[in-house]
């Protein structure tokens, strides 16, 4: 299994899953980029957009699916997430407002001069063959959820899946956990493939039980860690926004990270950690990093096995499951 970090924070999180034979299967977690930017960075980590299987979201603010119309509609891949969230998302895209991760709703006339301002920074125009950009966006029945073109003809299937439920997309099976975040239906998800697991919790105010035990089985952790606590109670936000991040569903700080890390940490395994979903306002990828790496000292735990990394808002990491069975550490204890 090969992961892609997109892009991770609150200018867009998107990342690429490979797995099976030659990465046969590929899916992305959120798509959360403006489309040019997403398709471009697929792009640069060797996937088109029709190489997709599907989209899994993990909740419906637009840093995390600002793209996905345009990979429904011009692609045809599926949006897979709770049938809240694919409700919701039905919602954004037929009223053209979204709600944003500050709480705040937009709408999509506002931010379409950012997005041309990102993706006009860019190089030139993708020209992608065989895509007709004039597709109605097509959309989606609130029962079956299936996205509907014309007179309620399924053109695109979305894939609804329970919180808590477990589901095959090709080579690799995904189960979704609850996690706790002011969206209606907020999901991390434990993804499986060829016997290593990567776990993603992002976006949520607490760290529950339930998302203890998906963490606990993870090769690759792909953790929020949002802002450091004082960074936060003294900067520059207003108070509403500052309590909202600190409740129970906002986001985790780099305290709250480091204590869920400690409650599921084995001793004995080695782990890889990217931390994500920094504010570039409430903490650095400095501070995260101190803040994570000084709690595990302190703990006892072996350095040499752990893998600390912050997640960029750029492209960032790639992880290979190849490296868990080429750990020089992991050799020398087999011997
Ligand atoms: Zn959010
Ligand atoms: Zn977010």
């Given at each position: 299994m090969r992961v892609t970090s997109l892009g991770s924070g609150s200018s867009g999180n998107a990342l690429l899953v490979e797995a099976g034979p030659r990465g046969r299967t590929r899916i992305l977690v959120d798509a959360g980029l403006s489309s040019r930017i997403l398709i471009e960075r697929l792009q640069q980590a060797g996937t088109h957009p029709k190489q997709l299987q599907g989209v899994l979201v993990t909740h419906e603010h637009i840093d995390h699916v600002i793209g996905l119309p345009v990979l429904m509609k011009r692609y045809g891949i599926p949006a897979i997430s709770a049938p809240a969230t694919l409700a919701a998302l039905q919602h954004s895209f037929a009223s053209g407002i979204w709600p944003v991760d500050t709480g705040a709703l937009v709408t999509t006339a506002a931010i379409a001069p950012l997005l041309t301002k990102?993706?006009?920074?860019?190089?030139?125009?993708?020209?992608l063959p065989g895509v007709d950009p004039n597709i109605a966006l097509p959309e989606v029945s609130p029962e079956s959820g299936m996205l509907l073109h014309?007179?309620?003809?399924?053109?695109?299937?979305?894939?609804?899946?329970?919180?808590?439920?477990?589901?095959?997309?090709?080579?690799?099976?995904?189960?979704?956990?609850?996690?706790?975040?002011?969206?209606?239906?907020?999901?991390?998800?434990?993804?499986?493939?060829?016997?290593?697991?990567i776990c993603i919790a992002i976006d949520s105010g607490e760290v529950t039980p339930t998302m203890l035990e998906a963490m606990h089985h993870a090769d690759l952790l792909i953790l929020e860690s949002n802002h450091d606590r004082e960074r936060l109670i003294r900067g520059p936000y207003p108070y509403a926004l500052k309590q909202r991040i600190l409740g129970?569903?906002?986001?985790?700080?780099?305290?709250?990270?480091?204590?869920?890390?400690?409650?599921?940490?084995?001793?004995?395994?080695?782990?890889?950690?990217?931390?994500?979903?920094?504010?570039?306002?409430?903490?650095?990828?400095?501070?995260?990093?101190?803040?994570m790496i000084r709690r595990l000292e302190k703990a006892g735990a072996n350095l040499a096995q752990i893998h600390v990394s912050v997640s960029p808002p750029g492209m960032g990491h790639v992880w290979d499951s190849a490296q868990l069975w080429h750990e020089p550490s992991l050799w020398e204890m087999q011997h």
């Open positions: 990102l993706d006009s920074s860019e190089n030139e125009e993708v020209s014309g007179e309620g003809k399924p053109v695109v299937p979305t894939i609804a899946m329970q919180p808590g439920s477990r589901r095959l997309i090709g080579d690799i099976e995904v189960v979704s956990f609850p996690v706790s975040h002011d969206a209606v239906a907020p999901s991390g998800y434990l993804i499986t493939a060829g016997g290593c697991r129970p569903t906002g986001h985790l700080s780099n305290d709250q990270a480091a204590d869920a890390v400690l409650q599921t940490w084995r001793a004995d395994s080695v782990r890889w950690l990217w931390l994500s979903h920094l504010s570039r306002t409430n903490n650095t990828p400095k501070i995260a990093l101190q803040s």
